[in-house]
């Protein structure tokens, strides 16, 4: 009897029930894509971040340095995100309120499966090398017991750094039906290539490539063509 595996990640399905895991692995195949994007994510985040480390439309907290005449601010919660191990700054109750480093998550991820893994681990790369070193062991790390951390942490970068906002993010509403559970609530964010069901709405939380869904919108054109 063939045992059934019901995919491990906490938001998997949106409201609804969680998919069922990919066969040998803890998560769906969703799920697996949601990481990858946001390992896709984070070198892009962490260039934009690093033009945005003075103060522009958004809040954050600031510390002044520089030129004794000119001052120059630098927003604290960005260089907390952008720097090598740096740590989160702590408010006034010592709660610590900064937002997590991408270098040093993703050196701490990379590190890790390169412990288990028995590799050689990469010390001189940086952010863009470590994301797609990440990203070619994500099905390995599928089917490790760690993986909700793993993804948890991943995406953290990428919903800390929307939350600092020192742009505009742009999300496009699609009128394909979802593949997954054939609501229109299907969202792509502006730069990147992946199209998910937005459980804001009631979608399932899927995650598809840019790719599949053109496919997947093609069939039903065809099968309306035929109809």
Sequence with gaps: MTQTTLCVAPT?????????????????????NRLRRDLGAAPALHRWLGEHV???????????????????????????????????YRGDDDDQVGPPSIPSTLKNWTWLICEHRGLVYPATAGVAELAAFLARHVEWAASREWIVDFMEEIGAL?????????????????????????????????????????????????LWSLAYYNDHVSEILKGKAIS
């Design 158 to 206: 990428r919903r800390a750094a929307h939350g600092l906002a020192p742009w505009t993010v742009h999300v496009q509403e699609l009128v394909g039906p979802c593949p997954g559970c054939d609501l229109r609530a299907l969202i792509r964010t502006a730069g990147e290539e992946w199209i998910e069901c937005d459980a804001t709405v009631g979608g399932c939380g899927g």
């Design 12 to 32: 998997c399905g949106g409201d609804g029930d969680p998919r069922q895991a990919a066969d040998g692995l803890l998560i769906c195949l969703p799920c697996s």
């Design 54 to 88: 003075m103060p522009g439309t958004s809040g954050g907290d600031r510390v002044s340095g520089g030129r004794v005449e000119a001052p120059v601010p630098a927003r604290l919660d960005v260089l907390c995100m952008i720097n090598d191990g740096a740590v989160a």
